[in-house]
């Protein structure tokens, strides 16, 4: 007798983790559209469907909530300033004032140059990347269902928890970066900066790899920065999600777990709050600093 129950907890346990292990897969699968195994072009319906796409899969639920984070930005943005008044203004006025204030005065401490594009630009990349970071205050579960209850297999509602995303606003980075490197300094003069800083004229090759390294190493730290932080917050708040799915009536356990649950996700909700800010503020100082650079000769 015992033995069989020792076999059916066992089975309970082995279904409870593989249970686990699928909605965490679940919740951590984007939407990708591509060329599936058998050659059509549609959604994957499994994590193995979306690998076997390659490189060229689109993730569709991260491009549609980048265009329309973005979309409402600018829509916000837009309203307040047809609507603006050169007298007591309201609330939204205020708020975009000091937001608008707060992001010029960041790039003055950043920027020494000479640009009327880098301030507009940082105040764009501050609001995107935190209305993407705010998205993961949403509860986890929410979207998911209704996208399900809709046909939608996957649907993942924070577009900065894909490395597409983030690597794809650092590239465009870093192509302004290259471009004004060479604007302002010409083709030789960034080529000089590359090969003959910091050691001597005649370690050349040595400088181009210091250099050239520093160089690419600056996308891909913006990049794995935003990427690695709202990730990690996307995945404590699927283990909590999960104590919820462990719960088990009302008896003394249950009733504990389900508290902890609550009080744990309000508790990381609250500090979460924090980190979707600093990282839209860190990508952002980290882009002017960056135009900064570019700006500068090194004589």
């Known amino acids: 007798m015992s033995s069989e129950m020792a076999q059916e907890t066992g089975e309970v346990a082995h279904e409870a983790a593989h249970t686990s292990a699928e909605y965490i897969h679940h919740h951590l699968q984007n939407l990708t559209y591509g060329q599936l195994p058998d050659g059509t072009w549609g959604v994957a319906h499994s994590a193995a469907e979306a690998k076997a796409m390659g490189f060229w899969a689109l993730n569709l639920?991260?491009?549609?909530?980048?265009?329309?984070?973005?979309?409402?930005?600018?829509?916000?943005?837009?309203?307040?300033a047809k609507s603006a008044v050169?007298?007591?203004?309201?609330?939204?006025?205020?708020?975009?004032?000091?937001?608008?204030?707060?992001?010029?005065?960041?790039?003055?401490?950043?920027?020494?140059?000479?640009?009327?594009?880098?301030?507009?630009?940082?105040?764009?990349?501050?609001?995107?990347?935190?209305?993407?970071n705010l998205m993961d205050l949403i509860p986890i579960d929410w979207v998911p269902l209704l996208m399900k209850?809709?046909?939608?297999?996957?649907?993942?509602?924070?577009?900065?928890?894909?490395?597409?995303?983030?690597?794809?606003?650092?590239?465009?980075?870093?192509?302004?970066?290259?471009?004004?490197?060479?604007?302002?300094?010409?083709?030789?003069?960034?080529?000089?900066?590359?090969?003959?800083?910091?050691?001597?004229?005649?370690?050349?090759?040595?400088?181009?790899?210091?250099?050239?390294?520093?160089?690419?190493?600056k996308p891909i730290s913006l990049a794995l920065r935003l990427f690695g932080n709202m990730y990690a917050g996307e995945m404590i708040f699927i283990l909590i999600a999960l104590m919820g799915g462990a719960w088990a009536g009302f008896s003394f356990g249950g009733v504990t777990l389900f508290g902890s649950q609550i009080l744990l996700s309000l508790g990381w909700a609250i500090f979460h709050i924090l980190i979707v800010?600093?990282?839209?503020?860190?990508?952002?100082?980290?882009?002017?600093?960056?135009?900064?650079?570019?700006?500068?000769?090194?004589?």
């Not at 003055?108 to 609001?127: C, D, E, H, Q, Y």
């Not at 809709?150 to 192509?175: E, H, Q, W, Y």
Request: proline content about 5%; aromatic content about 18%; glycine content about 8%.
């Open 86 to 132: 050169s007298g007591t203004p309201g609330g939204l006025q205020n708020f975009c004032e000091w937001a608008v204030e707060f992001v010029d005065s960041s790039v003055r401490g950043s920027f020494s140059g000479k640009n009327a594009m880098v301030a507009p630009l940082a105040l764009t990349i501050f609001f995107w990347v935190f209305s993407m």
């Open 277 to 299: 800010t600093l990282q839209a503020f860190i990508f952002m100082t980290l882009t002017v600093v960056y135009l900064d650079m570019a700006h500068q000769e090194h004589h």
């Open 149 to 217: 209850s809709l046909g939608v297999p996957f649907f993942k509602v924070v577009p900065s928890t894909d490395p597409n995303a983030t690597f794809g606003m650092a590239i465009g980075v870093f192509l302004l970066v290259l471009y004004y490197s060479v604007k302002m300094k010409g083709a030789g003069g960034f080529f000089a900066e590359l090969a003959f800083q910091p050691f001597p004229k005649f370690l050349l090759p040595f400088n181009l790899i210091l250099e050239g390294v520093n160089l690419i190493a």
């Open 61 to 80: 639920d991260t491009f549609f909530m980048s265009l329309l984070l973005g979309l409402v930005i600018m829509y916000f943005f837009r309203s307040v």
